[in-house]
Structures are given as C-alpha cells and as structure tokens.
C-alpha cells in the first residue's frame, strides 16, 4: 500500500516499464520488514479479508461471492493475507508477486497457517498463465497501484473467463489531488492538476493513477464492465495504521480509497493511440516542484527480468516461476 510520509517528485512522461518496475522492486525488498512490522495488525483485521486503507471488510461489501471451488490470482500478494484466507474457505488460490522478500514473507505464513497453494513470482503485466484461467482476479492496493494500468489491466482481463471478476483497491483520484507534496498532507483545497494523472513519482517508489473517465474506458477496451465502485468514507470507531490523525479526519469528508467490481463481458478491443493518449500529455497549471536526488545504479540483483516473452495466448506458468521451499533461499534478478 503506498508508503506515508514522503514528498512527491512529479514528472509527466510515461514511464518504461522496467524502470518503475526496478525502483518499486528495490523499495519493496528493503522495506518489506518495516512494512509488515508497522501495518500487520491493521493488515490482519478480518482476518486478512479487508480492502483498502480503511480495511472495509469484505463480509460488508460482499464482493467476490462464495469463493469456495473458485480459482482466484492475487496480484501484487505481498505477505498473502487475501489469498491465505480464501483457500482457508475452499478457493484454488494462485498468489503473484514481483518481490521475493513478500513471498519469502508469504511462505512463512503459509507455513504457519498450515496452507499449500502456489506462490509466483512474476510481474502482473505478463502474467505466466493462459488464457480464461481465473475466476476471480483480485487486487488490494498490490500490482494496481504500483504498475502501469494500461499494461496490468489487460493482462488481469486476458486471464479471466467470460463473467469472470477483476476486483480491486486502490487510492481514490480525489486523495491523489488533494495531496499537498510541499508539506506532504491532504488539504482542503486542490493541490495538483486533475487531468493529465498518471505517473506519481516519489523519491523511493513510482505509483499510478488516472481520472475516472480514463479508467472507464481502459476497462472498456478490456471487455470489462463495472458493477461497482465504492468510495468509502472513514470510520469514527478506530482508525488505520495508513492515515495519520488529519488524514483519518479528512478521509471522513472526501474518499481515500476506490474499490472496484468488474465483470468480464466481452473480448478487448484497441483503442486508437489518441485515446490512450488522453490527459498524458496537458500541462499542469501547477508549479513543477524540483527535487535533488542522488542517481542510482541498479545492479543485476535488484533488476526485475525485463526481457521480452513471446505472449501467447496459452502460455503456461513455467515451474521456474512457482515457489516452493527450497526456491526462497535467496533472490531472482
């Protein structure tokens, strides 16, 4: 889930895919620890079966229905809260994520948990599984928010069956214009340019966002429809480990989070570059703020296999990419 306390660095250009790709896996794999040692009572309300920041429980919104005897892929797993909860209610669950930290993570728990159900690792915008092979493909500010929607929202699409659901978290369009990057809080007033959202810089990690019109019609082009989208306001009995005391009083007014519910009706089609196009390239009426940041080099180790895969429509998971105990020990470029 996106990190707090950290200024944003803005710039508009679309990012190539293995560069965000190498930065978010080198956050992840050096913060994962912190990350589950500041969030995992929070993580585990509900018993792991919660969406958002807010942790709006799934027995409230009823989203993904009986899980029992359905195959379901977690994209961006981390530690595998979701996933370890619906196979403990009968689903065939695949758990896929680009950091070998969260899996190593999510092994330990499997353990614990006394589970079995594959761990992969792999990236969501070439997901190694076949056409139509899920159910329900589901993420909770995972995969989402931290790649390029145009590229991981056709691949969630491409692996469902028809009827099937792409459910999902992630930060609501109205937090990400109302964050003031200066003094790294949400304000009262518009902070950033509204069109033109998609690349969110940060100095450790880049996050993803795009207006509702822009998200509309990439899940139209996806063969994909939407049931619903819940924008949930805060609770006042308790409050999440992600919102500071201001943050938790703003999120009572304005939403933090968006969930979605889509259904897959039909195939996808391509949009013409114009329209994918669109809100990219306006410029902001804004000022850029300028950040000094020291320039790093990745090293083989912190890369993410950026090479390319033949994209056929019925590749398979190769045994390479499911994890099992003896394939933790240590990192994967």
């Known amino acids: ?90 689903a065939d669950v695949v758990g896929l994520d680009f950091s070998g930290t969260r899996l190593r993570q999510a092994q330990d728990r499997l353990r614990k948990a006394g589970l079995s159900f594959p761990l992969v690792r792999a990236r969501a915008d070439k997901i190694p599984y076949p056409n139509g092979r899920f159910d329900i493909v589901l993420s909770d500010y995972g995969a989402t928010t931290f790649s390029d929607p145009w590229r991981t929202i056709p691949e969630a699409s491409r692996v469902l069956r028809r009827d099937g659901l792409l459910v999902f978290a992630h930060a ?40 509702f019109g822009e998200w509309i019609r990439l899940f139209s082009s996806c063969g994909l429809v939407v049931d619903r989208l819940i924008e949930p306001a805060a609770p006042t009995s308790w409050r999440t480990s992600y919102l500071s005391a201001d943050e938790h009083r703003w999120a009572l007014h304005w939403p933090v989070d968006a969930i979605w519910k889509l259904r897959k009706v039909g195939l996808a089609r391509r949009l013409p570059a114009r329209e994918r196009s669109l809100g990219r390239s306006r410029r902001s009426r804004f000022p850029r703020q300028r950040m000094r940041s020291r320039p790093r080099r990745g090293t083989r180790r912190d890369r993410v296999d950026a090479r390319p895969t033949h994209s056929s429509p019925a590749r398979k998971a190769p045994a390479s990419a499911r994890l099992g105990p003896h394939d933790l020990g240590g990192e994967s470029d």
């Open 172 to 211: 609501n369009p109205f937090r990400s214009v109302a964050h003031d990057r200066k003094a790294d809080r949400l304000t009262r007033t518009l902070a950033r340019d509204y069109f033109g959202l998609r690349t969110l810089h940060f100095p450790d990690s880049v996050e993803f966002q795009l207006p």
């Open 1 to 90: 889930m996106p990190s707090s306390s950290r200024q944003e660095n803005r710039r508009r250009s679309t990012p190539r895919s293995g560069g965000y790709l190498r930065k978010n896996l080198r956050d992840w794999e050096r913060s994962a620890a912190r990350y589950e040692e500041l969030h995992a009572k929070t993580l585990r309300r509900e018993d792991g079966k919660a969406w958002g920041t807010l942790r709006i429980p799934e027995r409230r919104l009823r989203l993904l229905g009986a899980p029992r005897g359905k195959r379901v892929l977690e994209l961006g797993c981390g530690a595998a809260d979701w996933s370890i909860a619906l196979a403990r209610e009968g």
